[in-house]
């Protein structure tokens, strides 16, 4: 009886840590644009649901894989992030934060009554033939869709990584987060820069919704829960750092699991709460954030 | 005497006579109103009462919440429960309710204000609280789970169990938002006042000059959570139902502070004039969208002009609009 328990036990955790993969890229996203340019992004679950509509629409119109599809997507929410970050949020920067709060909260309603209004209120899945198939590892049993969705979400955070320290762009992306007066005394277009990073951090998100629409079906109701699960990762993990989003991502991915196999499901959003109001008050900058921010 | 003295010292003659007026138009305007534009009004005063809370915090002592709902909720759910379980009227429920928000408040703000968050790190954690007791009442069987909790519907006046149509809760809201509105001048004129404000342009310089600072901020966040709550308690036995999921949602929160952020954070007027053009534009758009008959048109619609004023009116309408009357609310 204990070892079936501990067998539900990890292949619960093991869930956990795959759709926690899908949850750090997208609070990857939030991560960086705050920590760049310090503004919040309250549109986040909103672009995520986007992304998962997208992808939704090339299964469903174009008969496109999401994981095909998803270079595509993160290209057009680069795009859209950057323009919208030019045009925009660029002059809100710096701003008191409940403009800058009201001003995504605005571009929120918009993007998520878009998607109702063109896909309406029922939910929408793809049907993949995958989603029948698992792997076996000793005794867990891993859902292929689940996996390739992690796989594919740790090599675009790679990749990230590898812009942020190997690029000329990313350097200097750092090196305005870093120092903003600095950067503009050396030369670097920090405007340009700042748009840039939005651009980078809508496609982790949109790339993260084209992972997640594999797993689970889509409505526009999912974008606030959506946001706040992405405040809570990088939150938890430390507003501004990558490794945190990750992190933090697979432990409220793990949490939420182990709290739906252990506790009612519908408690499993009071232990990430619990979980926040935690590390807000004994560890603000967060598990993973540097203390002196 | 002195008092009024003070609560009217300074304040331009035209705006005492405007609001005057106004005050006597509010107070005949069910005679004069069908019952359409009478739950209009109803609404109005509803955001500008709550909307006047939340800016004590924001507006006032600098502290961002969004999670206001939380107070709202809880003020609901206590009177409305006594009154359901036990027969207690709002009357005392509410000091029940307000005494639960208020403990809330000093829980949240201890925690917040002792351990300097500030900013969006104290949203969040305002966010947090809210949906942390979201989740518990959906599992608290007193308070009906998610099931929620539902009071009589009854339309006779019993004033004192506050049961009736739409005139008395009518009547109570707009004395809650006159009360407001000068409880909030009151405050802005008193020592407490401008202690808020000078907490709320630069906490540390406050420190060093000797402003009681923590002291100050629980204060703030202690009445702007009483009030609350006792919108909450209207808020509950006007519409006599209560769901977690609503009560306690995020949207709730935002929604109370629309108002203030529109029309003019920290100003007196800016949650009452946030709260005319925010419930205008909200059944305009309601119309709209039921004439066009497409799913979200109406919040597309109302994003789209969120968005239009906080890209051309960042600091509000009401401080253009005070401009344009030659009306310049005194800045404090």
């Keep these: 009886m204990t070892t079936d328990f501990l067998l539900d036990l990890a292949q619960a955790v093991t869930k956990g840590l795959l759709t926690g993969m899908v949850y750090g890229l997208m609070a990857l996203g939030l991560s960086v644009i705050f920590g760049v340019m310090r503004v919040v992004n309250f549109a986040h679950g909103e672009m995520m649901v986007v992304g998962m509509y997208l992808a939704w629409m090339g299964f469903e119109y174009l008969e496109v894989s999401p994981l095909l599809s998803l270079p595509v997507i993160a290209a057009i929410f680069f795009a859209v992030g950057y323009g919208l970050q030019r045009s925009l949020i660029s002059p809100f920067i710096g701003r008191p934060e409940h403009q800058q709060f009201l001003l995504l909260l605005a571009v929120a309603i918009l993007l998520v009554n878009a998607c109702l209004a063109i896909a309406g209120p029922d939910s929408r899945g793809v049907q993949m033939d995958s989603q029948f198939d698992s792997y076996e590892l000793g005794p867990l049993v891993l859902d292929a869709v689940r996996l390739h969705a992690a796989l594919a979400a740790v090599a675009i955070a790679l990749l990230l990584w590898a812009f942020f320290t190997a690029t000329r762009t990313g350097k200097s992306i750092r090196a305005a987060a870093d120092n903003h007066l600095a950067a503009l005394v050396v030369g670097l277009d920090v405007r340009r820069l700042y748009a840039f990073t939005f651009g980078v951090g809508a496609a982790c998100v949109g790339a993260a919704g084209a ?5 689970i079906p889509v409505t526009p109701f999912l974008a606030a829960e959506y946001t706040l699960l992405a405040f809570v990762i990088v939150i938890v993990g430390g507003l501004g750092s990558m490794t945190g989003a990750l992190m933090g991502g697979l432990l409220i991915g793990v949490s939420e699991a182990v709290a739906g196999l252990l506790l009612q499901p519908s408690l499993k959003s009071m232990f990430s709460f619990g979980l926040l109001i935690l590390v807000l008050l004994l560890r603000p900058q967060g598990l993973f954030g540097k203390s002196s921010s | 005497m002195s008092f009024i003295k003070r609560l009217v010292g300074g304040a331009p003659p035209r705006i005492l006579w405007s609001l005057g007026i106004l005050l006597v138009l509010l107070l005949v305007a069910p005679m004069m109103l069908g019952k359409y534009w009478l739950s209009v009004l109803i609404l109005i005063l509803y955001f500008a009462f709550v909307g006047q809370a939340w800016n004590i915090l924001m507006g006032f002592a600098g502290q961002l919440s969004l999670g206001h709902a939380l107070y709202a909720g809880l003020g609901g759910y206590i009177a409305a429960g006594l009154y359901f379980h036990y027969g207690i009227g709002p009357w005392a429920g509410l000091f029940a309710a307000v005494a639960v928000a ?13 351990f300097s968050l500030a900013g969006v790190y104290f ?6 609280f809210s949906e942390f007791t979201r989740v518990a009442f959906d599992h608290w069987e007193w308070a009906g789970g998610s099931g929620g909790l539902f009071l009589k519907v009854d339309t006779t006046t019993d004033i004192v169990n506050l049961r009736g149509g739409p005139v008395l809760f009518y009547y109570v809201i707009l004395a809650l938002a006159v009360g407001a509105f000068i409880l909030c001048r009151a405050l802005l004129e008193s020592r407490l006042g ?22 100050c901020k629980m204060i703030a966040i202690v009445i702007s959570a009483a009030l609350t709550a006792l919108a909450g308690v209207w808020n509950a036995f006007y519409y006599n139902n209560l769901f977690p999921e609503t009560a306690f949602a995020m949207g ?6 629309l108002a203030p952020i529109i029309g003019g954070l920290g100003t007196l007027f800016g949650p009452i004039v946030g709260a005319v ?4 534009l909200g059944e305009l758009f309601t119309d709209v969208g039921e004439a066009l008959r497409i799913p979200g048109i109406k919040q597309i619609f109302y994003g789209l002009a969120l968005l239009v004023i ?21 800045q404090p």
């Design chain 1, 211 to 215: 992972l997640m629409i594999t797993i």
């Design chain 2, 277 to 280: 053009v925010l419930t205008g």
């Design chain 2, 310 to 330: 906080v890209v051309y009116r960042p600091a509000g309408v009401w401080p253009w609009l005070a401009e344009r009357l030659g009306l310049k609310e005194r």
């Design chain 2, 194 to 215: 401008r202690y808020w404000l000078a907490i709320r342009e630069d906490a540390e310089a406050a420190q060093a000059v000797g402003v009681p600072v923590l002291r």
């Design chain 2, 252 to 257: 709730r929160s935002i929604e109370i502070t």
């Design chain 2, 102 to 114: 208020g403990v809330a408040g000093t829980i949240v703000g201890y925690l917040g204000f002792r």
């Design chain 2, 123 to 128: 949203a969040l954690l305002t966010i947090a």
